[in-house]
């Protein structure tokens, strides 16, 4: 199986911060990869597939890459909407793996 | 707009079988493989189970396999999770979601999940 693993575990930020979450995966998953933001009691959303692409509807402060083992989702300027847990997934094979989440909260 | 609406949750002793649906709209059903993800209480998304568009392929999580079965009625527009021998740990929200597309695809769409208590 296809370990994900995600750094920070965590983070504090302000309001108008850059924040880039790294999501690394055991074996190469070329860019297979899709990213999720959870806030607490609601349904994830889809956020990023293919590594990069945006979901339509996802403000263009988002943006992610890589390829491989690593990738990154960064966003350029944090709003107060933002906050909330991220989750990297691997669509490589099966069975389907999720990274732990980077939890952002406000500082 | 795309709904995905799933049912059938509750408490339910250990031992005991479950079975939930997703009622899902808006999308064209047939062409999309679907998934069950489900998250245990304070923890991460845990993906359980896929089924191709048509049916004809399902797969599994190493965790679940051989208690979980994952089905559609395409006519009825309806995803199902019929989940034997209930564990403890088995409780979670379980949340149906829509695949992009594709023979193996991320989740672009998530219904807001229905609660499983495993408890006596």
């Known amino acids: ?107 | 707009q795309v709904q995905l609406v799933e049912s059938g949750g509750g408490v339910v002793q250990p031992g005991r079988s479950l079975r939930l649906s997703c009622a899902a709209s808006g999308f064209t059903f047939r062409n999309h493989a679907m998934y069950w993800v489900r998250q245990a209480p304070g923890k991460g998304l845990e993906w359980v189970a896929v089924i191709s568009s048509d049916g004809s392929k399902k797969y599994y999580a190493d965790s679940v396999t051989g208690r979980l079965t994952i089905s559609r009625d395409n006519s009825k527009n309806t995803l199902y999770l019929q989940i034997n021998s209930l564990r403890a740990d088995d409780t979670a929200v379980y949340h149906c979601a829509k695949g992009g597309g594709g023979v193996i695809s991320s989740v672009d769409y998530w219904g807001q999940g229905t609660l499983v208590t495993v408890s006596s």
């Open chain 1, 1 to 107: 199986d296809i370990q994900m693993t995600q750094s920070p575990s965590s983070l504090s930020a302000s309001v108008g911060d850059r924040v880039t979450i790294t999501c690394r995966a055991s074996q190469g998953i070329s860019s297979w990869l899709a990213w999720y933001q959870q806030k607490p009691e609601k349904a994830p959303k889809s956020l990023i597939y293919a590594a990069s692409t945006l979901h339509s509807g996802v403000p263009s402060r988002f943006s992610a890459n890589g390829s491989g083992t690593d990738f990154t989702l960064t966003i350029s300027s944090l709003q107060p909407e933002d906050f909330a847990t991220y989750y990297c997934q691997q669509y490589n094979n099966y069975p389907l793996t999720f990274g732990p989440g980077t939890k952002v909260d406000i500082k």
